[in-house]
């Protein structure tokens, strides 16, 4: 039964019955569904051809199947774009966006350059416009970055400076937009930010 059948069921019921249905009957954590999937997923997390984060974890990958299926992402497709990281699920920033523009009520997107004097760019501004909703804007320059110590990390901040500050304003936009399609799911770039940077020792 899929969110629309279940829905209408609902809305069907007569005020004064006091049944509901359980979204666990739409879900892999279901009686139905759960023990096929918790046993493929034993079979599976020894495959080389599993995402190398999942081999041998047979329970982050039901747990990655679980999330994708939330979000209508088939098990193979999950795989390659959902990761568990720090015990969060997350999505690539493309992959996020290709969920969201798959919404019926997406309409568009506009990722705008900062520039400062110098015509050097310090920064991206992400619009994300919904059918009958306001636009959501987000901003996220260096000066953002250095504040949660990003550019001190080295690595692809320093090396795709740019694609990162593009990266994370388009995740603050989409999730503004879309919480009910990506519910609750991160973008990757920014969770794993967040394993380095938010429990870091401060001496």
Request: glycine share 6%; with cysteine; proline share 5%.
């Amino acid at each position: 039964m899929s969110n629309t059948e279940i829905t209408l069921a609902v809305d069907g019921l007569p005020q004064h019955n006091h049944m509901k249905i359980s979204r666990l009957d739409d879900s892999l954590f279901s009686k139905e569904l759960a023990p096929h999937y918790m046993n493929l997923s034993k079979q599976l997390a020894s495959s080389e051809l599993v995402p190398k984060s999942f081999r041998g974890k047979p329970q982050d990958l039901f747990i990655c199947w679980a999330m994708g299926y939330q979000v209508g992402l088939s098990p193979e497709q999950s795989m390659q774009c959902i990761a568990v990281i720090n015990g969060t699920p997350a999505m690539w920033g493309d992959d996020m966006l290709a969920l969201c523009m798959a919404h019926k009520e997406f309409d568009d997107i506009i990722e705008e350059p900062i520039r400062d004097a110098a015509n050097s760019v310090i920064g991206y501004r992400c619009t994300v416009k919904r059918k009958g909703k306001a636009p959501k804007v987000n901003e996220f320059d260096l000066n953002m970055a250095k504040k949660a110590g990003l550019l001190a990390k080295g690595g692809v901040w320093t090396q795709y400076t740019e694609r990162m500050l593009k990266l994370r304003a388009r995740g603050f936009s989409l999730r503004d937009a879309f919480p009910d399609a990506l519910k609750g799911i991160k973008p990757r770039e920014e969770v794993e930010d967040y394993v380095d940077v938010e429990y870091k020792v401060v001496e």
